[in-house]
Nanobody, 121 residues
Framework: QVQLVETGGGSVQPGESLTLSCTASEGISGIDNMAWYRQAPGKQRELVASITYGEVKKYTNSVKGRFTISRDDVKRTVLLQMNSLKPEDTAVYYC???????????????WGQGTQVTVSS
C-alpha cells in the first residue's frame, strides 16, 4: 500500500522556522513531481511549492524567499524548509507526489494525511 507520511508540523512564534518532511512508503519504482499544498480554515487548498524530477522549483509569491523545497529520491522524501514564519502561514500542510507503484505502469497522484502548522504569538 503506497502512502505519503508527513512529519514536522507544530506551533511556533512569528519569525521562527519549521521543516516539514514527507516520505513515500516502499514499493515505489518512480517519483515524478512533488509538492506541498496548504489549506487554511475557510480557504481553498493552495499550492505552496513544487519540485520536478529535474529539480525545477516553483513557489507561490507569498512564500518566495522564506520557504525552500528540496527532494531526496533515494530516501523517497520531499522537504519544505520554512523560515520567517508568519501568522498567515497557519494552515494544514499536505504533501503531494506523482508516484509509480512497482505493480503499475503509470504514475498517479498521491496525498499525505496533512500536518498542522500554527504560527502565533
Amino acid at each position: 500500500q503506497v502512502q505519503l507520511v508527513e512529519t514536522g508540523g507544530g506551533s511556533v512564534q512569528p519569525g521562527e522556522s519549521l521543516t516539514l518532511s514527507c516520505t513515500a512508503s516502499e514499493g515505489i519504482s518512480g517519483i515524478d513531481n512533488m509538492a506541498w499544498y496548504r489549506q487554511a480554515p475557510g480557504k481553498q487548498r493552495e499550492l505552496v511549492a513544487s519540485i520536478t524530477y529535474g529539480e525545477v522549483k516553483k513557489y507561490t509569491n507569498s512564500v518566495k524567499g522564506r520557504f525552500t523545497i528540496s527532494r531526496d529520491d533515494v530516501k523517497r522524501t520531499v522537504l519544505l524548509q520554512m523560515n520567517s514564519l508568519k501568522p498567515e502561514d497557519t494552515a494544514v500542510y499536505y504533501c503531494n507526489a506523482n508516484l509509480q507503484p512497482v505493480n503499475r505502469e503509470v504514475y498517479s497522484s498521491w496525498w499525505g494525511q496533512g500536518t498542522q502548522v500554527t504560527v502565533s504569538s
